[in-house]
């Protein structure tokens, strides 16, 4: 896997994947940002939500479950000295399908959490606590 970041202007950053895609990454206006993209640590924080939720669905699809919708909400706090790496991260899943098991989406959460989700494992091996919980939803 490989990327590249480059630099524009202020602290504006475009990085582009190996497969081509591109995120702008902006700074806060008062570090000398424009605030014209998402931050790199929020970036990390979204790459892991993204993760997991690919896990969650690829799991439920797999058990046969009338998945329709999922979302990861993810909420992050911060050490206050630097480096602010990330302390906590929680994750709260948003789950929606017709006739879902519960003990499906238990289960799917916590294989992800425990077993697939490299960026969860990776962040946690580093000493983030990460949680997690989920919601049910009927679809209409």
Known sequence: ????????DGRQFVAES??????VMD?????GGRNTGARP????LMGMGG????????????SRQQVTDCVAELSAERADATPAVFTQIHVHFVVTGRNLKESQVKRATEL???KYCSASLML????????HDYEI???P
Request: net charge negative; hydrophobic share 40%.
């Open 27 to 31: 700074g806060n206006p008062d570090n």
């Open 112 to 114: 992800s959490a425990t």
């Open 41 to 44: 640590m929020e970036l990390l």
């Open 1 to 8: 896997m490989k990327a590249t970041v480059k630099w524009t």
């Open 18 to 23: 190996g497969s081509g895609h591109s995120v």
């Open 51 to 62: 993760c997991t939720a690919y896990d969650v669905i690829n799991i439920l699809e797999k």
């Open 137 to 139: 939803l009927e679809a």
């Open 124 to 131: 946690a091996a580093g000493g983030v606590e990460i949680t």
